[in-house]
């Protein structure tokens, strides 16, 4: 913790950054998001068990890229998602400086954007075994017990869109659901309304989500939406050979073109 | 105040009492996500008896996450109006929290004060409340600190303490009274009954006296950047709030027919404020945050002379950025 802080403190004075986004203390269970704007706030950067939150969708704040020189703290999935970003030409107009803190719990501060490829594909994660299970279970129902089964989770849903608000690859500065002419998705959070926000949601993530699971951990009535986007990773992996996340100029499946392409309807 | 004892064993009966006088029960459930939530229930059995807080308030009951205005049809001889008023059923809500009862007083307050809303005001006329005070609490839990505690009967119709093997039981309302009275074999008299042991320690976390003073001049404090930064804009909190009353009205129609709904929505969200033009007057999410706090102890007192805020720590416990409302007041309050 004692590096991170000296770290970042450094940055600061070599005028590397002029914001870092990292971790704090709070009073409530969990590390809050924190926003260092000078070395005199450093110390308030700690790194404990709690940091789990993907920092990267603050990149797209508008606070933040005022600041042009951003520094950032965050695990695997972080990294991963600034690998994306990257590769959709998101960072055009700020300069990132990435830190971690590996397995070890050793402090790494990333030298280039190459680093971080190499160090995501050394430590590139695998689901875990509750989603590789669930997206299992899901697999093996018929295709009307599995309307069933998303029907009866999203008609809690209350479309508070945390979801949303949560990831990084949610980026468009206006979301369809915010569209009132013509309006695409009903603004009642009913089952049919609920189902069509998470499928256009699901299918503007497909091959782009990183699977860093933030959506399913945080939906405050508990659907286990990053299962969606996983399942259509896993797909579009098995389609295209496409890992999202992998590295900065990857490009995504769906969005790619290649004029050596083996199939001949695309040329 | 009339204080009757109820034996633990007979709930189960005074739960068959209260189904068969045809009312629709609400009451916590655990749902397969393992978080508890007020839901129609049918029987006893399903009732969650081992919970802090319900994921989220009971408000809806009276302000539904999407409420039916009226639904219309294009026929041959004109438009057909169906009005949903009528069709409001009576409620009771069982084993809600000291905390959300009393928040019924404020958004009382809200929807009927000046322009008394006929929908809620015919929910609220249908209702009653069944509280059960708290015999445990998290470190979300921060009702003292607004003026409330575990056994507050602010809001109640009935509250029950438990004591051992019974329910202590203070009859608030007529409405309260009601309920005793169709299944009075099962209440029998007592003299009133100091709760405290019975109750849940909540730490204090401040003097609301000190902070509505301080706050009267908080909204330029340049703390509420730090404190708001990481707000990711979802509506999480405002959603789960017992007292967060903003609403939205949208009109669906499929082909001759359609609907008027009445949705929540959340000061949070930076679509509630923005104009047609594009320009939205709280322009960040910081600006956004600081509306929502003060609304909760600075305009609700000014507006009807209450702190809107009842210290459940729905907001802190479903913020997925673990913002903690009482520790953001804090810290833009210091001196």
Redesign the interface.
Known sequence: MEQLQNKVAELFEKGTISLMIGFQD??????????VESVEQVKLLIYNS?CK?NLA??LH???VKQAKKVGIFGNVATLRSILQLLSENQFWNIELTVMTINANQEFILFESIAEVEKYVQANFPQLTDEEKELIEKINTMSRQERWEYWKDLFS?C?????C???CPMCYCPQCTV?SNQPQWI?????TSGNMEWHTMRAMHLAGRCINCG?CG??C????PVHLLTAKMNLDLSKEFGSKTGYSASNGYALNSFNPNDKEGFIR | METKLLQSSDIPKLFDNLIKSGKVIIAPIT?????V?FERISSYDQVEKDYIQT??SAKSVVFP??EELFTYKKTDTGIEITDTLSQIPEVVVWGLRPCDSSAFDYISEFFLKENPDAYFARRKELLTLITISCPKAD??CFCTSVELNPGSTAGSDILLTQMGNEYYAEIITEKGKAVVESSSDLFTATEPKTKDEFLAKITYQFSLEEIKERIKTAYDNAQW??ES??C?????C???CPTCTCF?I?D?SDGDEGSR?R??D?CG?S?FTKHNSGHNPRK??TERRRQRLMHKFKYSVENLGIVSCVGCGRC?R???????I??NILNVTKE
């Open positions: 709070g009073m409530s269970k969990g590390a809050v998001p924190c926003f709690y939150n969708v603050y704040k508008p606070e809690t209350i479309k508070c869109y945390a949303r608000a949560v915010e009903k603004v009642s959070a009913q933030e951990r945080i405050p009535v508990g659907i | 749902k397969k996500s393992g978080k939530f994921q989220f996450k999407v470190d979300a950047k730090h930064m990481g990711y804009g979802c509506g999480a405002a959603f789960a939205d949208q669906e709904k949705c929540w959340a969200l679509l960040n999410q802190i479903v913020c997925p950025a673990h913002l903690n009482f520790e």
